[in-house]
Nanobody, 124 residues
Framework: VQLQASGGGSVQPGDSLRLSCAASGRTFNKYTVGWFRQAMEKEREFVAAISWSGTGTYYADAVKGRFTISRDNAKEAVFLQMNSLKLEDAAVYYC??????????????????WGQGTLVTVSS
């Protein structure tokens, strides 16, 4: 399966953006999907994850209370609503799915289907 993130853009601090993630090649309705990001000269880091049913979510401390992950399995899409964006949120955002069905983890090593990512720029 290959996942593709979209919805990035250039915003100012305090603004909002909604990212979308869609899959091609295989349905991901049985899989946990996660969002990760990589800023310039930094390692990729976990942002948020949502279980296959949508009932379980987990967030990095840096985004807790500002970002919301959700999914619409009927449309096979996962979303990341980002509010109150900060300068430090600027990065390329990627979505990926856990390799094994009905498994919840935030370990990047367990994720597959990394697409090209979508760029989020935050500047004042």
């Amino acid at each position: 399966v290959q996942l593709q993130a979209s919805g990035g853009g250039s915003v100012q601090p305090g603004d909002s953006l909604r990212l979308s993630c869609a899959a091609s090649g295989r349905t991901f309705n049985k899989y946990t999907v996660g969002w990760f990001r990589q800023a310039m000269e930094k390692e990729r880091e976990f942002v948020a994850a949502i279980s296959w049913s949508g009932t379980g979510t987990y967030y990095a401390d840096a985004v807790k209370g500002r970002f919301t992950i959700s999914r619409d399995n009927a449309k096979e899409a996962v979303f990341l609503q980002m509010n109150s964006l900060k300068l430090e949120d600027a990065a390329v955002y990627y979505c990926a799915a856990v390799r094994d069905p009905e498994t919840f983890t935030i370990s990047p090593a367990a994720y597959v289907g990394w697409g090209q990512g979508t760029l989020v720029t935050v500047s004042s």
